[in-house]
């Protein structure tokens, strides 16, 4: 079962347990925690059997998203992939800020920043990859943890992107100790460049809160280099 999945059960497993306790005394009809839970552990059952961890990403995206800083912080996460991409010439395709936008477009996650990486592809096809290929889509990888980490001083989201760096960089021979130090300097080689092009870095993520199109957003960087 995901991590998805079981997140489901738990919030069952809480909201059973609350209903219980708090049901006597406002009156609530067994019936309404009973239905409740009933269609998450369905939400659970097909999200895990048929929809690999996008439907329970959906709903729990969803209910998040009843949070304004939910949504900014998203959006604070994916400009620093988007301005990091722009900054370090890694062609961007497209964005996403919510899990059900990430589904339409055949995408995992709560979101993400989309690139045409077939150049990257070829390079870990053919398991030879140039330093500078690596240290870019490394640095670029890590600039959502870094934004989060100068807007808000620590990162809740992220953890794709680690599994992916790390991914990589085990399949290219590198032991995990290097890994990690790979981690944090490509941490800080972003946040750097962020931190550089700041004013630039909050017009993005109005902009994208507004979703411009990936062009306004790269004609507005260009316009504020």
């Known amino acids: 079962m995901s991590q998805t999945a079981l997140n489901l059960v738990a919030i069952s497993i809480f909201l059973m ?8 005394l406002i009156n609530l009809s067994p019936a309404v925690p009973a239905v409740a839970t009933f269609t998450i552990l369905g939400i659970a059952t097909l999200d895990s059997f048929a929809l690999q961890g996008k439907g329970g990403n ?10 304004p800083a939910h949504r900014e912080r998203i959006a604070h996460h994916e400009a620093g992939h ?8 890694i062609p961007i395709t497209g964005y ?8 339409k477009q055949g995408q995992t996650g709560q979101g993400g920043v989309s690139f045409n ?12 990859i140039t330093a500078q290929m690596l240290d870019r889509y490394c640095t670029v990888w890590m600039a959502g943890i870094a934004a989060e980490t100068i807007v808000y001083s620590n990162a809740e989201g992220g953890k794709d992107d680690k599994t992916k760096l790390a991914g990589v960089l085990k399949s290219l021979g590198f032991v995990e100790s290097t890994c990690e130090q790979k ?31 990936v062009e306004e957003c790269m004609s507005l960087l260009s316009a504020e280099s």
Do not use: C, H
Not at 17 to 24: M, R
């Open 17 to 24: 347990t609350v209903s219980t306790l708090l049901g006597p």
């Open 58 to 67: 959906v709903f729990i995206d969803w209910v998040a998203g009843f949070s």
């Open 82 to 89: 988007f301005l990091v991409a722009y900054k370090l010439g």
């Open 96 to 103: 996403t800020l919510s899990a059900w936008e990430a589904l």
């Open 117 to 128: 990486d077939a150049e990257l592809a070829t390079q870990l096809q053919q398991g030879k």
């Open 183 to 213: 981690q944090r300097f490509s941490a800080l080689q972003a946040k750097t460049i962020i931190e550089e092009n700041w004013l630039a870095y909050q017009n993005l993520v109005t902009s994208m809160q507004q979703r411009a199109s």
